[in-house]
Nanobody, 118 residues
């Protein structure tokens, strides 16, 4: 059973870059057919897919966030990361990392609250 855990600062100042890391255990991020996703949920709103990084290292982005988003990975640590640039208070949300394979979402992290405020 794959397990995921998000980590990163809980408070980011406006205009700065939000950086989060997801540590995966119980499976490798290079497993063929696996895609590693970021999703967020702003307060009082629904889930928003941010994007994903694939097992082969390719990145996939939500069109609405693509201009501010980057993904990276460290295969030696079995981690993948999100960088969201030029944040505003509208980027305040609970951020989740999750695994997708075989046409469905699998395991998810517990989520981490990120607040954008000066």
């Amino acid at each position: 059973q794959v397990q995921l855990q998000e980590s990163g600062p809980g408070l980011v100042k406006p205009s700065q870059t939000l950086s989060l890391t997801c540590t995966v255990s119980g499976g490798s991020i290079t497993t063929s057919g696996y895609y590693w996703n970021w999703i967020r949920q702003p307060p009082g709103k629904g889930l928003e897919w941010i994007g994903a990084i694939g097992y082969e290292g390719s990145s996939y982005y939500s069109p609405s966030l693509k201009s501010r988003t980057s993904f990276s990975r460290d295969t030696s640590k079995n981690q993948f990361s999100l960088q969201l640039r030029s944040v505003t208070p509208e980027d305040t949300a609970v951020y989740y990392c999750g695994q997708y394979s075989d046409l469905r979402f699998g395991s998810w992290g517990q989520g981490t609250q990120v607040t954008v405020s000066s």
